[in-house]
């Protein structure tokens, strides 16, 4: 049975890696996307297109939609990126729109939930949040691309940090080179 995931995008820079996200993920999954007002913005200002994915477009303002609830089954959600006010408002139990709902609801029904920051540096509330979103049951994750494998391009970073996270929502992928130890 086809795996069905949401996907929240917002409002922080690094759009590019969900743009990555959904180009492997639509080809293997059932999609709900919600890109939140801002998300939408920085995707204009990074030239980043969000549209044409094969996949359910929902809007972040709407609180009514299938993945709002806990009866609608899906199998886990990322939200790449994840703003700093998207970690606070999950982390807080606030769901005042789409996206936060979501995510309280995988919290609530312990499914899994990847939280893609892309902030630097972090303040003491941004820390305290990824903690208190961890003790939650999320995965927290920052956007931070190794360097062993020699990257070459900026789509290879990208395909670094998606590989993680397609990893920790169990989608197989062959995205990037696995580490296989370092002779000495």
């Known amino acids: 049975?086809?795996?069905e995931f949401v996907v929240g995008v917002t409002g922080a820079s690094g759009v590019i890696y969900a743009r990555r996200l959904l180009e492997v993920l639509c080809e293997e999954a059932t999609v709900h996307i919600v890109i939140s007002e801002t998300a939408r913005q920085i995707a204009g200002i990074e030239g980043v297109d969000l549209t044409g994915f094969d996949a359910i477009y929902a809007e972040n303002s709407n609180l009514a939609a299938d993945i709002a609830s806990g009866s609608?089954?899906?199998d886990g959600m990322a939200v790449v990126p994840c703003s700093m006010k998207t970690l606070a408002g999950v982390s807080n139990g606030l769901a005042d729109n789409l996206?936060?709902?979501a995510a309280d609801v995988c919290l609530k029904e312990r499914r899994p939930l990847l939280l893609l920051l892309r902030e630097m540096p972090l303040s003491r509330i941004h820390l305290k949040n990824m903690l208190a979103a961890d003790d939650a049951g999320a995965t927290v994750m920052v956007a931070s691309p190794p360097f062993y494998?020699?990257?070459e391009t900026i789509d290879d970073l990208?395909?670094?940090v998606v590989a993680r996270v397609l990893d920790h929502m169990g989608v197989e992928h062959n995205l990037?080179?696995?580490w296989n130890g370092y002779d000495a």
């Open 99 to 101: 996206i936060g709902r």
């Open 158 to 160: 990208v395909d670094m």
């Open 1 to 3: 049975m086809k795996k």
């Open 149 to 151: 494998q020699h990257p």
């Open 72 to 74: 609608f089954r899906y």
């Open 176 to 178: 990037g080179a696995r």
